[in-house]
């Protein structure tokens, strides 16, 4: 294994870069500003694609108020091999077509040495045909299973989130374990949704347990009542993923319809992110459970990384806005672009990058990234990054609402979330 103490900016673009810590670089090299005198002034510039409207707006507000801090951070520290980062920010609607249009703009107009930041599935999909067309980097932080199925290009990686694949194999087994084997699973109608369609209902056959009915919903639905009465009275757990402004409104009519007689209950934090617990409506989410992709509440072993990450990004410990108590942020997936933006730090360091004519070397760079340990860059937790396929592996989070809060119950090992590669695509031409 490459020694973690060797500053990354000394490996060559061709060497493999087996261990990263970006994170702790920095301190590696007291008294100086920078990590290498840099090769031009230019500010190294990410477009950054966001959702500022559409059904991913609470999503892209977060996202942005991480990526600013993240690149606060970045550039306190001296940038990127002395370069400042500049992040040019454009909305995509939360909608494919525009999406793409974005990413072209980034790299046509704007002169974007990469494009970085797509959450919501559908728009990946849309946009990384371009990215891959136009050659330049697109680093998403989305969570879907499209990058590693091999169903998008060698200029697409997720280096920073994990994806459904992964969160819900190491899922399904405490569920089969401890709440029911017979599921109903309730979930948005596009890609994201079909990824927890097709792989939880796999990974808890695999279990022995059985999959009863699949609800699938239209993302832009706003009233859920008239779903409900699909789900047979055998089930033993419902299985919940919902996105979009109407979550509020579902968790709610999902109480309402139950009452005090619900079966087990286990929910992506999809459903409640950007939402606040106490919400009248919400008392009947006591004792059912939330998978995480990063704790909302500080837990009693919070580590210094999330206690700094926190204070960086202005969320307190109850995972809402320090400057409002009822403005929830989306912990669970907005640690993704902090990290995202610390492996491009580490990636274009390693790859000696100094302009666009680079970019290949920079996807080199992160293709043979592996260990990823927790860190200030790295503060949900240590990874592992699989070059082949573009995506990232990491621990998983179980909590249950005690209290009115999400207390953490369980935590998966990386080795839980690993499955077969189904591309590798290191083999494909620039």
């Not at 998403?140 to 290009?153: D, K, M, Q, T």
């Not at 290949?360 to 592996?370: C, D, K, P, Q």
């Amino acid at each position: 294994m490459t020694d973690s103490k060797t500053p990354l900016f000394l490996r060559t673009r061709r060497k493999a870069l087996k261990t990263l810590g970006a994170g702790t670089a920095a301190a590696l090299l007291p008294g100086l500003g920078t990590y290498v005198q840099a090769q031009s002034s230019e500010p190294v510039r990410i477009g950054f694609q966001v959702h500022r409207t559409g059904i991913g707006a609470a999503y892209g507000r977060w996202y942005d108020r991480t990526t600013q801090a993240a690149v606060e951070k970045i550039n306190a520290e001296g940038g990127i091999a002395g370069r400042p980062v500049e992040i040019i920010a454009e909305d995509d609607g939360t909608d494919p077509k525009r999406g793409a249009e974005v990413v072209e703009k980034f790299a046509t107009q704007h002169n974007c040495d990469i494009a970085f930041g797509t959450l919501f599935s559908h728009v990946v999909f849309g946009s990384a045909p371009r990215a891959g067309e136009l050659k330049i980097p697109y680093f998403v932080v989305s969570e879907g299973h499209h990058v590693a199925s091999g169903a998008l290009n060698r200029y697409t990686l997720q280096p920073g989130i994990t994806d459904v694949k992964s969160q819900v194999q190491a899922m399904a087994p405490f569920v089969a374990e401890n709440l029911g084997k017979k599921v109903t699973m309730i979930f948005p109608d596009f890609a994201f949704g079909h990824d927890h369609r097709d792989y939880f209902s796999s990974a808890i056959e695999a279990q022995g347990g059985e999959v009863l009915e699949m609800i699938a919903i239209p993302p832009t639905e706003t009233s859920f009542t008239k779903y409900f009465p699909k789900i047979p009275r055998e089930t033993e757990v419902i299985y919940h993923v919902m996105v979009g402004p109407a979550v509020l409104t579902f968790v709610k009519e999902m109480g309402e319809f139950f009452g005090p007689s619900k079966p087990e209950i286990f929910g992506f934090i999809d459903s409640l992110e950007a939402v606040d617990l106490s919400s009248p409506g919400l008392e009947f989410l006591e004792g059912t459970y939330f998978w995480e992709g990063n704790p909302r509440y500080a837990q009693a072993d919070q580590s210094e990384y999330d206690k700094a990450y926190r204070q960086a990004v202005g969320v307190d410990e109850n995972g809402a806005s320090v400057s409002d108590a009822k403005d929830i942020s989306t912990y669970a997936h907005m640690f993704g672009c902090w990290e995202t933006l610390h492996i491009v730090k580490a990636g274009m360091e390693a790859a000696g990058y100094s302009g666009t004519d680079d970019r290949a070397a920079l996807i080199e760079a992160v293709e043979s990234m592996t260990e990823m340990p927790l860190s200030a860059a790295h503060p949900q937790g240590a990874k592992m990054f699989n070059g082949k396929t573009h995506q990232v592996f990491g621990h998983q989070y179980i909590s249950k609402v005690e209290g009115g809060k999400l207390v953490l119950q369980h935590t998966t090992s990386i080795e839980d979330t690993f499955y077969e590669d189904e591309v590798d695509y290191t083999t494909q031409s620039f």
